[in-house]
């Protein structure tokens, strides 16, 4: 059984649709990301779920059980804000012991939970501190033993990375999802910054517009985006419009060249059709193509970015297109204005919905 | 030119740019002539002797710098029992009044608080309509109200409920009325601006984790907004200790607190020192929840 299904949850704010018949299930002991930009609904989705929010549609089940009429109080699950929300007033231990008290847990039991949760975010010893006295990754950490020490079925995370400098953003993810396999509850996060959620979830589930546009793997959902806004979103891929030949192939104006595509197009010919291709799937080598070749586009390189590990280059094809290369740095960059041929295996392309 | 030899004048931490004391003076200009001189002139009065005349007592200070003040009214003021039951009496009926605009207007300013952003002007508004009437008016009205030919006792006879007109005017119920409308909009406002301060996650997160809407009321909103009462108690309690109008219009005629002592000695007996010293009494038993207050502020 699913530990959490959502079944055409609906919720609007006046005219705007926060979230739009959203369908969703996530399996017990699963890492979920949400992923999307602002104003896409992924707020909405975990504050109905903690039940700050009612649902004006469909239905909300953990374990089967209907949430929907619970007050948040009676929920099981448990919530890490992404303004931490720590009682101010109260010392990290009485913070962290809040839901503990709450639920009647005996004082010696408690002690010992209220332990055990600092000891795995490895805040011993700051028991004493009030929230002000703490740098942003401590809050953060007592944020998370405070809603993992009532032991939920599920957590859910507002952005519990966003506040923090990015030094500590990657280390704090490896925690994260550590704790997530230690303690073995569902955790569904939300997020705008898609490398954040690639690299902690399962599973990610891409919103806009209050609907989910494509649920996956990470890997999967990134080599096979399912619409535009997803392969823009993940990771910024290109796009290239054309039409559907008879032969299976696809007239790629704008690239100066044939695509063709490892998958199907599954349309009819003549009809337009958008295939999206990672930066880093592009080789990229100096010289021309012959004019009729297939996924091989001439151009000129017309911008160099150096990123580290990766360079990106911006190369204008003879047909009108700019595309985005990566590729790694050892191997050098290209010179600006210089004439160069784009290639591509056919499994790179991938063919959009819309 | 700058002589060479000469070293940079270190930066001092408190220089006063003269910007910086055009903003300043006004504001300690004020407070030194309303503030610290009347002050220093009450107390020198305190410090002087009943006399017949004009002014109506002998300056503590004589011609040519010669002391000759005296410490009896000050006495006076702390061992004769009429004035140190009108002292707690006083003090007493601050904190009453004090509490229940605490009662009356924690309510109240949640509810604003929590009301949606555009229903909140109209409410504080309506909060602060009040204002808008003369004090006096609004004290003559409750006299109308609650007097035995007023419009209570009128309708409770003409409803057949009593017979007899109840003895509501010159009560210390009357006078608690007539305290707690005067004083609840200093209790309301510092009440409301603390609770709308607060961040509501905080509040969703008791929830979150277990807590009844009264819990969370309890373990969460009541401690977060202590600061905030207990500013409106003092707001409240500094002024309500020495009020004298609503006491001497609707209160009890036996109520002798401070307020009415102070008249009475001013106008009546004629009794400038004493009554100076009275003030000067006031004051120092007030400075003791300011400091209070004060320490609690710097305690957060």
């Known amino acids: 059984m699913s530990l959490l299904r959502a079944e055409g949850v609906a919720k609007r704010f006046g005219a705007t649709a926060a979230l739009d018949g959203l369908d969703l299930e996530i399996a017990p002991g699963e890492f979920f990301a949400l992923l999307g930009g602002s104003g896409s609904g992924k707020t909405t989705l975990l504050r109905l779920i903690a039940g700050f929010e009612t649902p004006d549609a469909g239905r909300l089940l953990l374990e089967g059980r209907d949430l929907v009429p619970l007050p948040p109080h009676a929920r099981p699950v448990a919530m890490m804000f992404q303004s931490y929300a720590l009682f101010p007033h109260l010392s990290v231990f009485d913070n962290v012991a809040y839901g503990l008290r709450r639920a009647g847990v005996p004082r010696e039991e408690r002690r010992r939970r209220v332990a055990e949760a600092l000891a795995l975010v490895r805040l011993e010893g700051l028991e004493r501190r009030r929230p002000h006295q703490l740098s942003g990754g401590q809050r953060q950490r007592v944020a998370l033993a405070r809603s993992l020490v009532v032991r939920p079925r599920l957590l859910l995370l507002d952005e519990p990375l966003a506040a923090l400098d990015a030094g500590l953003r990657e280390a704090t993810g490896f925690e994260l999802r550590a704790l997530q396999r230690a303690t073995g509850a569902g955790f569904v996060m939300v997020t705008h910054d898609q490398a954040e959620a690639m690299a902690l979830a399962d599973r990610i589930g891409v919103l806009e517009r209050g609907r989910l546009v494509q649920v996956g793997p990470p890997a999967a959902v990134y080599e096979r985006p399912a619409t535009r806004f997803v392969a823009a979103f993940l990771g910024g891929a290109n796009l290239l419009a054309g039409l559907v030949r008879a032969d299976g192939g696809v007239d790629c104006a704008e690239a100066g060249c044939l695509l063709r595509p490892a998958a199907p197009v599954g349309r009819p010919a003549g009809a337009p059709v958008t295939l999206a291709l990672r930066p880093e799937r592009v080789r990229l080598r100096s010289g021309e193509a012959p004019a009729d070749a297939v996924n091989a586009a001439r151009g000129t390189v017309a911008e160099v970015a150096f990123r580290g590990e990766l360079s990106t280059a911006l190369v204008r094809l003879d047909g009108g297109a700019t595309l985005r290369v990566s590729r790694p740095s050892a191997e050098g960059a290209p010179a600006r204005g210089a004439r160069v041929t784009l290639t591509w295996p056919a499994e790179a392309l991938a063919v959009l919905a819309d | ?300």
């Open chain 2, 1 to 300: 030119m700058r002589r060479p030899d000469r070293p940079p004048r270190p930066a001092r931490r408190f220089r006063l740019a003269p910007r910086r004391l055009v903003v300043l003076l006004p504001a300690w200009a004020w407070l030194a002539l309303f503030v610290a001189a009347p002050a220093l002139v009450l107390l020198g009065i305190a410090l002087g002797e009943y006399d017949t005349g004009v002014p109506p007592f002998r300056p503590p200070l004589g011609p040519g710098g010669a002391w000759q003040g005296t410490l009896a009214n000050f006495a006076a003021v702390a061992t004769d029992p009429f004035y140190r039951d009108g002292f707690l009496r006083s003090l007493l009926v601050a904190f009453a009044t004090a509490a229940l605009c605490l009662l009356v207007g924690y309510p109240m300013a949640l509810a604003m608080a929590r009301a949606p952003e555009a229903r909140r002007t109209p409410l504080l508004l309506a909060v602060l309509l009040p204002f808008w009437t003369g004090f006096l008016i609004r004290v003559g009205a409750w006299i109308g109200l609650l007097r035995d030919e007023g419009w209570l006792n009128g309708v409770l006879r003409a409803l057949g409920v009593i017979g007899e007109p109840l003895p509501l005017l010159y009560s210390d119920l009357a006078m608690y009325v007539g305290m707690v409308h005067a004083y609840l909009p200093f209790a309301v406002l510092p009440l409301y601006a603390a609770l709308a301060r607060r961040d509501p996650a905080v509040e969703e997160a008791a929830a979150d984790l277990g807590a009844r809407p009264a819990v969370v009321f309890v373990t969460v909103t009541l401690p977060l907004s202590a600061p905030g009462a207990a500013a409106a108690f003092l707001l409240v309690f500094i002024p309500a200790a020495g009020e004298f109008v609503i006491p001497d219009l609707l209160g009890p005629p036996e109520a002798q607190l401070v307020g009415r002592m102070l008249w009475g000695e001013f106008f009546q007996n004629r009794d400038w020192p004493l009554a100076a010293a009275l003030a000067v009494a006031l004051l120092a038993v007030l400075i003791l929840p300011v400091r209070l207050f004060q320490r609690l502020e710097a305690g957060r």
